[in-house]
């Protein structure tokens, strides 16, 4: 059984400014087979989470680590990582100019598999996975991501998903854009993968929406780079009412706990505020 | 089209009444043309067909003394091919002059000094038997030269002309392609860094003739193929291909002319470059002109170009001239996109290496023209040659 653990994961931002620390400490630890939505508002970190997970280089691990079984991927290259079992679904995934999505999908297979997959079974597959998200024949021959629409990227993110076989995917909004159908399409795309596969998801949301059909095994609460509460289903639902200003707030304060701290104490005393702060949200 | 030189630029006089003297040639048609490079003012840049050249690097060759003598010694002609002949020239041949007139002075400069031309017939009738016509180490003193290449009626071939080596020289070859004729003309440019070429290509594309037209730019300092193609017969056609890498400090540069004449006329322009490293430069300029007399007309041009680093500049001029109304279709397109860090970080997240993740993009880009060639000697070998190309960061 595989697991996938973030400890502690500190990272920092590239900005015209200088480097900004965006996550300030991130637990995770997820099982093989379940399913984890990080819910939270805008620019808490969810995103930079994911790239950080994925390494994307313009996000740097400051502390902390990354292991998938054991394995600390918190330096290897991006391509290591997708090899090591991981895969990211973006937000936006770009336009590859010149590659057709055919040939993207066998050189992806090839890569991560180390061996290129047998023509017959492989062509099966990926009709038989592109039927089942509604996607025309003819996006096989067209350039990866060129003159998709937002639905239709989204749905290649998931083709890759389920043709690619990874241990563990981070789904970073893949809901946004989508309208009911496309999503429907998109969430059963995810679920197959996960009773196929035994997947292990990490599903970053802002919406309750797509939780009503990928259901989750844990909700975590992320606020201002940490994850500040962490429960079952209800916890979504809880936040679909009552939004998260109760617990932005709190970690304003937990904030200006965290400076007064350093300020009093300019050594190591900022992730012990933070750590102490945490359960007076549970409250 | 006559071999007549039309009065001199340089005697043409302005109007007293301004200065619009210096207003340049609106229409391509009207473009002053001279086989005498004397005819032609020196260029200062800032003209239409130069702007985007770097002169200062080729100024030998565009109004200097070039060598015009017979280069036997760097050329290699594979192994004599049924339906090929190859012989030198003399200027006086009625062959020369028979295609087109050279419209810039570099162009006039390899008219006025070469001494012989080199001819190649085409007489076969297989459309894949290919002949291969290789220069290789013309040497660092300018040069001139000249060639003829001729295409009898109803003959099928593909001529390859291929440069590797040192150079400096500037060229015209003139195509011409007899009535009902297919054939297809490759040239491909492997130059060592510091050479300049400058070559002027002009066809005569006769009636329900094809001429299939390939352009392969991967080495030279400054290289610079400028086909103009003259589809001066009813039911001629060209397909005109191009496809260029330009490494950190190479000007590679194509300037295409589809000239329709005739009714029902045929052209399709496709040029595909990537450009990498500091300095790396290419133009392509694609001037379609649809006379009033070639009625149903079918016409399209397009310029694709992939930047896979900083520090390129890829210039794509599409310009589209049409005097008649009564066409089938006519079009370009031009984009120039950027292979960026994001377009890394796609690949590789699904397990891609970088170095496979460049190749994968290249590749598939150029691809589509290579494939275009028809000969698999010459598309496996230019194929790896643009691999090669990929791994000189």
Do not use: C
């Amino acid at each position: 059984m595989s697991v996938l653990e973030i400890r502690d994961l500190h990272v920092s931002v590239d900005t015209e400014q200088g480097a900004k620390q965006i996550l300030r400490g991130v637990n995770l630890t997820i099982n093989q087979g379940e399913t984890h939505a990080i819910m939270g508002p805008n620019g808490s970190g969810k995103s930079t989470l994911a790239y950080a997970i994925a390494g994307h280089p313009k996000y740097h691990v400051t502390s902390g680590s990354i292991l998938l079984d054991g394995e600390d991927l918190t330096e290897a290259t991006v391509d290591a990582r997708a090899r090591a079992g991981m895969f990211l679904a973006m937000q936006y995934p770009v336009e590859i100019p010149g590659v057709t999505v055919t040939n993207f999908l066998r050189t992806a297979k090839t890569a991560i598999d180390g061996s290129a997959p047998p023509i017959r079974t492989w062509v099966k597959d990926v009709r038989t996975s592109m039927e089942a998200l509604r996607m025309d024949r003819a996006f096989a021959e067209r350039n990866v991501n060129e003159g998709f629409s937002g639905g239709e990227k989204k749905r290649n993110e998931i083709l890759q998903l389920e043709l690619l076989k990874p241990k563990f995917a981070v789904l970073d909004e893949t809901d946004s854009g989508l309208d009911v159908d496309a999503l429907k399409i998109v969430s059963e795309g995810v679920n197959r993968a996960k009773s196929n596969t035994d997947l292990g998801v990490l599903l970053i949301t802002h919406y309750n929406r797509i939780l009503r059909y990928i259901t989750p095994d844990f909700v975590h609460v992320f606020v201002a780079g940490q994850v500040v509460e962490s429960g079952g289903p209800e916890l979504a639902v809880q936040l679909e009412n009552e939004g998260y200003d109760t617990y932005v707030a709190a970690s304003a304060a937990a904030a200006a706990a965290i400076a007064s701290a350093e300020a009093a104490d300019a050594s190591s005393g900022a992730a012990d505020a933070a750590a102490s702060v945490s359960p007076t949200v549970n409250a | 089209m006559s071999n007549v030189a039309p009065p001199s630029q340089a005697e043409q006089k302005p109007h007293t009444d301004g200065g619009w003297h210096n207003v340049p040639v609106q229409t391509r048609s009207e473009r002053f043309g001279s086989v005498d490079v004397a005819d032609f003012v020196e260029p200062t840049g800032r003209e239409v067909d130069w702007k985007l050249t770097p002169i200062r690097l080729i100024g030998d060759l565009i109004s200097g003394e070039l060598d015009g003598s017979p280069f036997d010694d760097a050329l290699t002609v594979a192994q004599p091919v049924d339906g090929f002949a190859l012989s030198w020239i003399d200027r006086t041949d009625v062959r020369i002059g028979s295609a087109g007139l050279p419209e810039d002075k570099a162009s006039a400069n390899a008219w006025s000094h070469f001494d012989q031309a080199l001819a190649i017939d085409i007489t076969g009738k297989q459309p894949s038997s290919e002949y291969v016509v290789s220069r290789s180490g013309l040497g660092t003193v300018a040069r001139a030269a000249h060639t003829v290449i001729t295409a009898a009626p109803n003959s099928r071939g593909i001529v390859v002309l291929e440069n590797s080596g040192d150079a400096r020289i500037a060229e015209n070859v003139e195509i011409v392609v007899g009535e009902g004729a297919s054939v297809t003309v490759v040239t491909v440019q492997q130059w060592n860094d510091s050479a300049a070429h400058l070559a002027s290509h002009f066809a005569q594309v006769g009636r329900d003739a094809t001429l299939r037209h390939i352009v392969v730019s991967l080495g030279g300092g400054v290289v610079r193929v400028n086909p103009s193609i003259h589809l001066s017969s009813p039911g001629s056609a060209t397909e005109a291909y191009g496809l260029y890498f330009a490494d950190a400090g190479q000007h590679l540069e194509q300037q295409v002319y589809i000239d329709h004449e005739a009714e029902n006329s045929r052209s399709r322009v496709k040029y595909k470059g990537a450009l990498q490293g500091e300095g790396a430069h290419s133009v392509w300029i694609g001037d379609v002109l649809i006379r009033q007399s070639a009625d149903g007309t079918d016409s399209y041009e397009e310029n694709r170009n992939l930047v896979l680093s900083e520090g390129t500049r890829a210039d794509s001029i599409p310009n589209l001239e049409i005097e008649t109304g009564n066409i089938v279709g006519a079009g370009h397109a031009s984009s120039t996109g950027r292979f960026d860090d994001e377009q890394l970080f796609y690949l590789q997240s699904r397990g891609i290496s970088e170095e496979e993740a460049r190749r994968l993009v290249v590749r598939g880009f150029l691809a589509e023209i290579i494939q275009q060639i028809g000969s698999a000697d010459v598309e496996e070998r230019l194929t790896r040659a643009v691999e090669a190309e990929l791994t000189v960061v």
